[in-house]
């Protein structure tokens, strides 16, 4: 290849980049030519051409407590979990019921074989005859005493022994009560109920496993959770803190539910922080209307002590768009401008609160789908 065509692309290329610039390039001049400026749009800037066609609405104010907002996931009372146990310990031979089920109290839950059964019946049976020997005894030497015939001495040793064959007695009675036996229909099955109505959320045994406090097998068959009402535990940064109290009242909103607001009151804050990420648990109780479930994600507002002015917008003026909220306000002429902004929680009547971006009294567009077309065409 000769020199000459190793300087014809450069040749033209600087051909074309003076075509670009729509001069053409003097060499006898020296100069090059004068940049061109070329207007580059407005990503925030909407133009319209009928801005009379567009409705606006104006910006209102609240004055509420100020908030914080949180995260956390739900979770079970603790005082409202209940283990099923079963105090005769055996082999289970019936489950009527599973995880996750709801139950009610004293619903049958599952059946056990226990020798327990069988010993403390026959503890029962012997406790039964020893009494009757020992009463006998007592009035026999009752008799005898009154006629003269043996000492007082006697006479109380045979009612002490009359005294600890009933308490004896007493006691097998109570053990098969204890371990819900029918001392008339005696059996070595036992019946294990709920004690309480709720949720099963956890199962340790299975058709034929070992249960009992005294077998090998796990002493908790299952675990029922009252889920009436639940805790929200939520992680808040220790520079946070001491914008929470002790009773505190919380707005909490589920992830899958962000119209449904619920109540709650913050009814501890923890006193270790997470060494990895600063953050303190602080444990809201919120009843449960039915719609939570335990390990779902919500957002708790804590409501401050002192009243702060927020900004209200129709719902309907907020575009969502990525993950980054907007609303339009007029920019003279035929012009909208776009504003981030950030929102709080829904109020009533359709109306969003805003924590920043605007200020009340300002203008928005009303309805973002008047502006989806125009928004698509540029």
């Not at 289970?92 to 019946?121: C, E, M, W, Y």
Request: glycine content about 6%; overall charge negative; charged content about 20%.
């Amino acid at each position: 290849m000769n020199r000459r065509s190793l300087c014809l692309p450069c040749s033209l290329a600087l051909c074309l980049s003076l075509a670009a610039c729509g001069k053409k390039f003097d060499p006898a001049s020296g100069a090059p030519p004068s940049p061109k400026v070329v207007e580059v749009n407005n990503g925030d800037i909407v133009t319209v051409q009928h801005p009379a066609d567009f409705s606006l609405a104006t910006a209102g104010r609240i004055d509420e407590p100020s908030r914080l907002s949180v995260t956390g996931s739900v979770t079970p009372d603790i005082n409202r979990e209940v283990p099923v146990i079963s105090l005769a310990s055996g082999r289970v031979v019936d489950i009527r019921a599973t995880l996750d089920q709801n139950v009610h109290k004293g619903q049958l839950l599952l059946r056990v074989q226990s020798p327990d059964i069988t010993n403390a019946f026959d503890t029962y049976l012997k406790a039964v005859n020893d009494e009757r020997l020992a009463n006998t005894a007592y009035l026999r030497a009752r008799d005898l005493y009154a006629h003269g015939a043996i000492s007082q001495e006697m006479l109380e040793q045979a009612e002490d022994s009359e005294d600890d064959a009933k308490d004896d007695l007493n006691a097998a009675d109570q053990q098969l009560n204890t371990l819900g036996v029918d001392k008339n229909h005696p059996s070595d099955i036992i019946n294990v109920y709920a004690p309480i109505t709720g949720v099963i959320v956890a199962q340790n045994v299975t058709q034929a496993a070992a249960t009992g406090v005294t077998y090998s097998g796990s002493p908790t068959a299952f675990t029922i959770a009252d889920l009436s009402r639940v805790w929200v535990l939520c992680d808040v940064y220790q520079n946070n803190l001491p914008q929470v109290r002790v009773g505190q009242q919380a707005q909490i909103v589920v992830d899958g539910y962000p119209n449904r607001v619920l109540t709650g009151r913050v009814s501890d804050i923890g006193p270790v922080l997470d060494p990895t990420i600063r953050t303190a648990k602080v444990r809201i109780d919120v009843a449960n209307p039915g719609m939570l479930r335990l390990g779902m994600f919500v957002t708790a507002t804590l409501m401050g002590p002192s009243n702060q002015v927020h900004t209200t917008v129709p719902a309907d003026a907020i575009l969502h768009l990525h993950d980054q909220d907007w609303v339009f306000v007029p920019a003279g002429a035929s012009h909208f401008r776009r504003i981030l902004v950030q929102p709080g929680i829904l109020l009533p009547g359709n109306n969003q609160e805003i924590l920043s971006g605007i200020a009340p009294g300002q203008q928005v567009v009303r309805s973002v789908l008047q502006l989806e077309a125009v928004l698509e065409a540029q």
